[in-house]
């Protein structure tokens, strides 16, 4: 599956990642879109 990840330099890299493996009681939600705006990124400058 793809995954949006954060790097060792807080960057953002776009990856393949291994499907997860779910437990009894837990449910796997898919995804068919997500977003992400420019005030997101932004924001993820933001050093607190």
């Not at 599956?1 to 990642?17: I, Q, T």
């Amino acid at each position: 599956m793809k995954a949006m990840l954060v790097d060792e330099n807080k960057n953002l890299v776009w990856s393949d990642v291994a499907d997860p493996i779910i437990k009894e009681d837990e449910v796997l939600v898919k995804i068919y879109a997500a977003a992400l705006n420019r005030a997101d990124l932004l924001l993820s400058l933001i050093h607190i």
